[in-house]
């Protein structure tokens, strides 16, 4: 029997929410994924046509595509793309996700790059640890005359921020392989911007789809998941010329020891922005004298 649009939107929902396995979080989105992907149409024309039929070979791909989702592979994985901000990166299994929490950070970066850009007529900008790049690459887009490094460590995860990079033809965009900002020049740059890996080695809370599809180096960091946050903080202490702006985000009850060791290391102007459940998820603050530099904490207390 031939089905509509409507009919496969209406059965695979029931078929969602049957599904005993809640760590999927399967919504209506999936389905619509699936359906635009084996159609080749766009959402709208999944509203605008509900009672167009679907012919064999794309109910065959539909079938292919939704039961890969159901057995909890991500969709970005299916897809192999996701939509991050206002653009569209290739995603594949050695770069995280990029995270809808991920793109508040977007608009408070440019407002803080162009204060500074405005003042010294130029900017340098770390995004360390770039994954697929989405970050460091859609503000590099916003803003084609700041210099942008993208900074990681996976060489795996590089070969695909090649890729993304050449996707969106951004000149301002410069590759460096590298462990955090160690080949970075003291006192050379005026906003680094990270989100590193947060997640405790051991978390209960950690989903075991997003631990089985999303590389490890993405996720996990040592000390409780603090390891990185505060590598980060020390290092960019040090590249960061004075009044330099740093902004990191963390996991959701690590914004107090986030804070603890900024201070510690005489960072200034410190700000919490909230994520979409008000959960202190970034930090943004600006480094302080240059002078004080030798001072640094690793911040052990915290
Ligand atoms: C949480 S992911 C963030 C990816 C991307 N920026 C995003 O927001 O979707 C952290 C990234 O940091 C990279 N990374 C982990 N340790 C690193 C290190 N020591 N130096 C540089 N990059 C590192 C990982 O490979 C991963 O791509």
Not at 89 to 111: A, D, G, S
């Amino acid at each position: 029997m031939y089905k509509t649009i409507k009919d496969i939107l209406s059965e695979s929902l029931i078929e969602i929410k049957e599904s005993s396995d809640n760590s999927l979080s399967l919504s209506r989105l999936d389905i619509e994924y699936c359906l635009m992907e084996a159609l080749n149409k766009s959402k709208e024309y999944l509203y605008s046509y509900p009672e167009k039929i679907i012919d064999d070979s794309q109910m065959v791909k539909f079938e292919s595509l939704f039961s890969s989702r159901l057995s909890g592979k991500p969709m970005a994985h299916i897809l192999g793309y996701h939509d991050f901000y206002k653009y569209r990166f290739e995603i594949n299994q050695n770069v995280l996700i990029p995270r809808n929490e991920t793109e508040i950070i977007i608009p408070k970066i440019l407002e803080v790059g162009d204060k500074i850009f405005h003042k010294i007529g130029r900017l340098r900008v770390i995004d360390a640890g770039s994954g697929s790049g989405c970050i460091g690459i859609s503000i590099a887009k916003e803003r084609k005359n700041w210099d942008v490094l993208l900074i990681e460590k996976s060489k795996k995860a590089i070969k695909l921020l090649k890729k993304n990079k050449s996707h969106h033809l951004v000149n301002n965009v410069k590759i460096i392989n590298s462990d955090w900002l160690t080949s970075i020049q003291a006192n050379s740059i005026d906003m680094v911007i990270s989100n590193p890996p947060y997640i405790a080695k051991n978390s209960k809370f950690i989903n075991k789809y997003v631990d089985k599809y999303e590389p490890g180096l993405s996720l996990y960091s040592k000390e409780n998941g603090l390891f990185d946050l505060k590598k980060l903080i020390v290092a960019s202490r040090k590249v960061l010329k004075n009044n330099g702006a740093l902004i990191l985000e963390n996991g959701y009850d690590q914004s107090e020891k986030v804070t603890k060791c900024l201070k510690e290391n005489y960072y200034k102007d410190i700000d919490i922005i909230l994520d979409y459940n008000d959960i202190k998820r970034f930090t943004l603050s600006r480094n302080s004298n240059y002078e004080q530099k030798d001072n640094s904490q690793n911040c052990r207390s915290s």
